[in-house]
């Protein structure tokens, strides 16, 4: 072993860089100094200088979620610390593995109510999958390791480790990340084959079953997407993708249902409710999928794929559990069914797709832009996928309405193409994890869809953005209101409009031409094609600003709580039974 | 349904004796809505830094499986046993009580002490200190008995507990 001393933040430059770490979201502070000292002395790593520590999280967040390598953000005590809460829990909400590393007091201060002292460990540990105070640097190597090794192992999240003044001014010994493993986290990768076998036995005897697909087929990585498509079309059977399991089958597919949920399509959702046979895949039956949990899917024998036990009769008591990675799991039941040649029962199957075709059949997510003055957000965001359809795009979007129409509109082929914000619902999420994208994939097409409430929640990061020349392209779908409050109100609360008018708000033509961006607006229905194509076609970063109709509502629309099959088509759909 | 029944259950729970443990164990419970009806940690092992967490709690069976796969995810946690439902198990608990009196009530106290193999550990000619093991329910009926004697403070140990046989 080498007996070479490094000071505290020579050892985190180094430890970065053996984790294949290419770039860092941060923003300095005082106990950060001496660690901006050394980034400052090196060039292998690229810093960000973000706008707001919160930009900085959803940045990394989005560089992770569309690499699948962690995302890395560095913040100062105190106020940085705080800053990075909300994207920690989003992380941790939504499985992204990210590491945070934050600046302390000197230790010795530490407790004393110090200048920018906060107990940033105390405050971030339900927010992380794990934290640590390093103590020495002599630990530092072997923590900053074990921190990449968390964050990235068994269900992803966000680790935050922090790290007092004096350990970055303080010399210690280097060790890599072979050396670094933690004593005891050893997550359960390989799932049981008693497991897959009664899986596959279930599968097997299936007269209406249903694919139920999620977020940890994104984490375990695109060979997980190819697998469950394999399986898919052996089967024949019809398969649903969550919110943050969009693209893990591919929407152009005739099996493909669409999204189960809130939201979701009248096929996928009375699927779930019929089904008696459901194989969930990474997904973990989220009250946005279940609704009411007595009434969801009663007939149903249930199959649950998911790495982390504590998934497993969460919410949902299922019939058969497979702990284990959802690309080895689904690996093993493909083998399984064809080494048994089980042949899926045909005419059950024939019926159960005659049903499904019929709820289809009412095309739930019909619109109408005909003869309408304003843009319809549908007809938007139609036209988006239209555009970006055949070409190498990411989006990334905020929360609320326009969030709804994206997924139901936009249509995915392919994993890691789609960031949102799923359990937290993080309004300010889309514009920083835009740039975390194009930082990672600088030669593909980068659109962040938003409306004006989210957007100015980490509006500064669209300075970040054209400071560093990154060609996101920003779609903000204004209807002068926080839409999806305003939805609510009007089928919740008799219609009382309580605080979500946002009208008479900030002339964003110019807010985007300060901020160095190509700015464009759109309000004609006419206009709306060509304008898509222009923030499309034109260099550098580009904001359009297109106005939407205000009160156009999110549908279908299961209210919260109730059962898939008491679902709200709208003012002009009838529903119709198999 | 019985299977929806809540019970009590009691976890041991062997973790790394670092900082932020035992609050990592407790917001657990508290984040999640879990019961502690007792809760006991000590350094075991002192070679390796290991601490035993005894946590008591009660939960329909799916609550008290979720317990189990919460505490075994934690970076820090290093076995996770459900004494109550994996096996016969031994569970102990102690008390020291405080009893005031004179006279008959003196008598009295020590008489109910003797039954119940509790000891004296403090003596004063107005008050008794008696240390009593046992089950958390022989405990509480010692504490029942001394209250109308006169019984003046009590601190309990919370449970601790270890499975029974051969295998650790
Ligand atoms: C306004 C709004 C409306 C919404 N409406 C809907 C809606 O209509 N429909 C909808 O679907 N969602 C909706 N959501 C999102 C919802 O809140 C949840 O975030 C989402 O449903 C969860 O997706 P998931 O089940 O795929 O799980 P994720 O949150 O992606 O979790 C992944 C699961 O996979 C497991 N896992 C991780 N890695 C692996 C691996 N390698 N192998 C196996 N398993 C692994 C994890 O342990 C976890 O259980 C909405 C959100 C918002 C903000
Ligand atoms: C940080 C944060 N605060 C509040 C909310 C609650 N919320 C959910 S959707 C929404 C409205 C979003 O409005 P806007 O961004 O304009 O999008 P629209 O619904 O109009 O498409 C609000 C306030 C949230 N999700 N996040």
């Given at each position: 072993m080498s007996t070479k001393r490094f000071i505290g933040g020579e050892i985190i430059i180094k430890a970065l860089i053996d984790q294949d770490v290419e770039v860092v979201f941060g923003y300095p502070g005082g106990v950060t100094l001496p660690l901006y000292d050394q980034i400052y002395k090196q060039n292998r790593l690229r810093h960000i200088l973000v706008g707001h520590e919160q930009g900085g999280m959803h940045a990394a967040e989005g560089y992770a979620r569309s690499t699948g390598k962690p995302g890395v953000v560095m913040a100062t005590s105190g106020p940085g610390a705080t800053n990075t809460v909300t994207g920690l829990v989003d992380a941790l909400m939504d499985s992204i593995p990210l590491v945070c590393l934050t600046g302390q007091v000197t230790s010795n201060l530490?407790?004393?109510?110090?200048?920018?002292?906060?107990d940033t460990t105390g405050i971030t540990r339900s927010a992380t999958k794990h934290n640590y105070l390093v103590k020495s640097t002599e630990d530092l190597a072997r923590i900053l390791h074990e921190a990449f090794y968390v964050a990235t192992n068994g269900r992803p999240g966000p680790v935050l480790v922090d790290i007092p003044k004096d350990v970055l001014l303080g010399t210690g010994a280097y060790v890599g990340?072979?050396?670094?493993?933690?004593?005891n986290y050893k997550p359960r990768l390989n799932p049981d084959a008693k497991a897959i076998e009664e899986a596959v036995d279930l599968l097997a005897s299936a007269k209406r079953p249903i694919i139920y697909a999620g977020g940890g087929i994104v984490n375990s990585g695109p060979k997980a997407s190819k697998l469950l498509t394999k399986l898919v079309r052996a089967t024949g059977f019809p398969c649903t993708t969550t919110l943050m399991g969009l693209g893990t089958f591919p929407a152009?597919?005739?099996?493909y249902i669409g999204m189960p949920g809130m939201h979701g399509t009248y096929e996928a959702n009375l699927a779930m409710h019929d089904c008696d046979v459901m194989l969930n895949v990474g997904?973990?039956?989220d009250d946005r999928v279940t609704g009411r949990t007595d009434a969801f899917a009663p007939g149903a024998k249930k199959i649950h794929i998911d790495i982390?036990?504590?998934?497993?009769?969460?919410?949902i008591a299922v019939d058969v559990a497979v702990i284990g990675d959802a690309g080895k799991a689904l690996d093993k039941i493909i083998g399984l069914w064809n080494k048994k040649k089980i042949k899926p029962d045909a005419k059950a199957l024939k019926a159960w797709w005659r049903s499904i075709d019929k709820w289809r059949g009412?095309?739930?997510l019909a619109y109408d832009?005909?003869?309408?003055a304003a843009i319809m957000p549908q007809f938007a965001l139609e036209t988006l996928h239209k555009t970006l359809a055949g070409s190498d795009y990411y989006v990334t979007t905020d929360v609320g309405q326009h969030q709804m129409w994206s997924a139901q509109?936009?249509?995915?082929?392919?994993?890691?193409r789609w960031m949102t914000s799923g359990?937290?619902?993080?309004?300010?999420?889309g514009i920083p994890a835009a740039m975390g994208v194009q930082v990672a994939h600088p030669n593909s097409r980068v659109v962040c869809v938003t409306s004006e409430g989210s957007l100015?929640?980490?509006?500064?990061e669209m300075v970040t953005i054209s400071k560093n020349n990154l060609p996101v392209k920003i779609l903000s779908l204004n209807n002068n209101v926080l839409g999806m409050i305003r939805q609510w109100q009007e089928l919740f609360?008799?219609?009382?409009?309580?605080?979500c008018d946002l009208s008479g708000g900030a002339d964003f033509i110019k807010m985007a031409e300060a901020f160095g961006f190509t700015a464009l607006s759109a309000s004609r229905p006419d206009e709306a094609a060509g304008a898509i194509a222009e923030m499309l076609a034109t260099p550098g970063p580009v904001f359009l600003n297109m106005a939407v109709a205000r009160d156009e509502n999110v549908f279908p629309m299961i209210p919260?709580?109730?059962?898939?099959?008491?679902i709200d088509l709208g003012p002009n759909k009838q529903l119709v039974s198999a | 349904m019985s299977n929806d029944e809540s019970r009590e259950h009691t976890f041991s729970v062997l973790v790394?004796?670092?900082?932020?443990v035992l609050h990592r164990v407790v917001g657990l419970f508290s984040g999640r809505g879990y019961n502690i009806e007792s809760l006991t940690v000590s350094e075991v092992e002192e070679e390796e830094r290991l601490s035993k967490i005894t946590i008591v709690t009660s939960g329909t069976p799916m609550i008290i499986d979720q317990i189990r796969a919460q505490l075994d995810?934690?970076?820090?946690?290093h076995n996770v046993a459900n004494l109550t439902s994996d096996g016969p198990s031994v569970q102990r608990e102690m008390a020291l009580v405080k009893v005031t009196g004179k006279g008959e009530q003196r008598v009295e106290s020590l008489r109910i002490a003797d039954i119940f193999r509790a000891h004296v550990v403090d003596s004063t000619n107005s008050s008794f200190v008696f240390e009593v093991v046992g089950q958390t329910d022989k405990l509480d009926a010692f504490i029942e008995l001394m209250k109308p004697i006169g019984l003046a403070d009590v601190s309990r140990t919370g449970v601790v507990a270890i499975a029974r046989g051969a295998e650790t």
């Open positions: 530490i407790g004393n109510d110090a200048f920018q002292e906060a990340p072979e050396a670094s493993e933690p004593r152009s597919d005739p099996l997904a973990r039956f982390d036990p504590s998934s497993i009769n969460k919410n009412i095309d739930c832009q005909d003869a309408k509109y936009l249509r995915f082929d392919e994993p890691n359990g937290l619902g993080t309004m300010g999420y100015m929640m980490n509006v500064q609360h008799d219609n009382h409009e309580s605080e919260s709580g109730a059962a898939h099959n008491e | 790394d004796n670092e900082s932020g995810r934690l970076v820090q946690v």
